[in-house]
Nanobody, 111 residues
Framework: QVQLMESGGGLVQAGGSLRLSCAAS????????MGWYRQAPGKQRELVGT???????NYANSVKGRFTISRDNAKNTVYLQMNSLKPEDTAVYYC?????WGQGTQVTVSS
C-alpha cells in the first residue's frame, strides 16, 4: 500500500532552517508529482509547493525564495528545505503523493 512518512520537523528559532523529508513507498515514485502542505492551528491546510516527476517546482507566494523542494528518485524521497523561517511558518507539514497523505511532522518556529 501507499505510504508516506515525513520526518525532520522540530523547534527552531526565527531565521533558522530545517529540512523535512518524505519517504515514499508502495507506488512508482519516479513518475509521481509530489506536494508539501501545511496546516497551522485553527487554519485550513494550505499548499506550500509542488514538484513534478521531472523536477519542476512551484511554490506558494508566502514561501517563495525561502523554501526549496527537491526529490531523490533513487531514495524515493522528497525534501522540503526551509530557510529564513518565521513564526508564521509554524504548522504541521504534510507531504502528498499518489493521492495519499503522510501523517505530518510538526514545525515550530519561535520568535
Amino acid at each position: 500500500q501507499v505510504q508516506l512518512m515525513e520526518s525532520g520537523g522540530g523547534l527552531v528559532q526565527a531565521g533558522g532552517s530545517l529540512r523535512l523529508s518524505c519517504a515514499a513507498s508502495g507506488f512508482i515514485f519516479s513518475i509521481a508529482g509530489m506536494g508539501w502542505y501545511r496546516q497551522a492551528p485553527g487554519k485550513q491546510r494550505e499548499l506550500v509547493g509542488t514538484i513534478t516527476s521531472s523536477g519542476t517546482t512551484n511554490y506558494a507566494n508566502s514561501v517563495k525564495g525561502r523554501f526549496t523542494i527537491s526529490r531523490d528518485n533513487a531514495k524515493n524521497t522528497v525534501y522540503l528545505q526551509m530557510n529564513s523561517l518565521k513564526p508564521e511558518d509554524t504548522a504541521v507539514y504534510y507531504c502528498k503523493g499518489w493521492g495519499q497523505w503522510g501523517q505530518g511532522t510538526q514545525v515550530t518556529v519561535s520568535s
